[in-house]
């Protein structure tokens, strides 16, 4: 597709499962990332992968979270043991990266987990 | 480090009048600034962006971002509030030195516009 493709668009799960989150970034864009969006928070970034590199975790808030991206393309984030504050809309966006970076991040819809 | 902070959760304006949204950053490199706007159960959008070139930064739909050093300002404007426009707001800084995807959002500004 043209956009960045998140799915599931909706999840719910009850407390202490784990849940797999999928982002298929634009075509050609090297670089993507994880931001989480919630009431109490608002929009956090959570991490970043360009090309080949580390990524850069910073943003992760516990050992329960952890994403991966194979190939250069698709990326998985994994939220183990879910907890309720873990409930908010997991956004992916990407962009070209690098040296022709211009900062301009292409979001996807979102998806929306809730844990009961 | 650098922070955002956006004046004003909500912001309400009738159609056809002014749209002022309050943008107020702190940064110890020169800053990227960005406006995002969110409609409803969308993604969020690129409205326009501050990378050091011009300080009158015009984006889509009618707005512009005026970056003031002095002032540690990126204010967006739209002369005229279409009802189009009701969505919520974001403005946000680069991490860091350098123009990365990474970034700090405001907290956001909900726009309302009445008939």
């Known amino acids: 597709g043209a956009g960045v493709s998140q799915s599931p668009s909706n999840k719910v799960t009850e407390k202490g499962k784990d849940v797999e989150l999928r982002c298929d970034p634009i075509?050609?864009?090297?670089?993507l990332y994880w931001y989480r969006q919630s009431l109490g928070q608002g929009l956090e970034f959570l991490i970043y992968?360009?090309?080949?590199?580390?990524p850069d975790k910073s943003g992760l808030p516990s050992d329960r979270f952890s994403a991966e991206r194979t190939g250069g393309s698709v990326s998985t984030l994994t939220i183990q043991r879910t907890q309720q504050e873990d409930s908010a809309v997991y956004l992916c966006?990407?962009?070209w990266g690098g040296g022709t970076n211009t900062g301009e991040l292409f979001f996807g819809e979102g998806s929306r987990l809730t844990v009961l | 480090a650098q922070s955002v902070t956006q004046l004003g959760s909500h912001v309400s304006v009738s159609e056809g009048a002014l749209v002022l949204l309050r943008c107020n950053y702190s940064s110890s490199v020169p800053p990227y600034l960005f406006w995002y706007v969110q409609y409803p159960n969308q993604g969020l959008q690129l409205l326009l962006k501050?990378?050091?070139?011009?300080?009158l930064v015009k984006g889509i739909n009618g707005f512009e971002a005026e970056f003031k050093k002095s002032e540690t300002s990126f204010h967006l404007t739209k002369p005229s509030a279409h009802m189009s426009d009701a969505a919520e707001y974001f403005c946000a800084v680069s991490v860091g030195s350098g123009n990365t995807g990474k970034l700090i959002f405001g907290q956001g500004t909900t726009l309302q516009v009445k008939p």
């Open positions: 992968f360009q090309g080949n590199s580390a």
């Open positions: 501050y990378t050091s070139a011009a300080t």
């Open positions: 966006a990407s962009n």
């Open positions: 075509s050609g864009h090297t670089a």
